[in-house]
């Protein structure tokens, strides 16, 4: 099984941008890769996907702000996070569309 680790995040002001990684122990070249995200109190929603193709798809909350990407090389998955907003604050987590184990995630908080 893959596992992921997460990194990246940190704190930034509003309106500012970040790159969160997420790096697998393994291949990841045939698998769609999920971020999700969970803010205090609430329940983890799903972010942005990637297919094996690279199609993507976005929440609402942060299509035209992030773009998801990905490098099968490096067994890699990347999200640019533009614009932030304060309710982008949350821990990100990558994952399979159909979620294995989670990792610890990588705190991003959006603050002035």
Known sequence: QVQFVESGGGLVQ???????????????????????????????????????????NYADSVKGRFTISRNNALNTVYLQMNNLKPEDTAVYYCNHRVPGSWGQGTQVTVSS
């Open 14 to 56: 509003p309106g500012g941008s970040l790159r969160v990684s997420c790096a697998a122990s393994g291949s990841i070249s045939i698998y769609t890769i999920v971020w999700y995200r969970q803010a205090p109190g609430k329940q983890r929603e799903l972010v942005a996907s990637i297919t094996s193709r690279g199609s993507t």
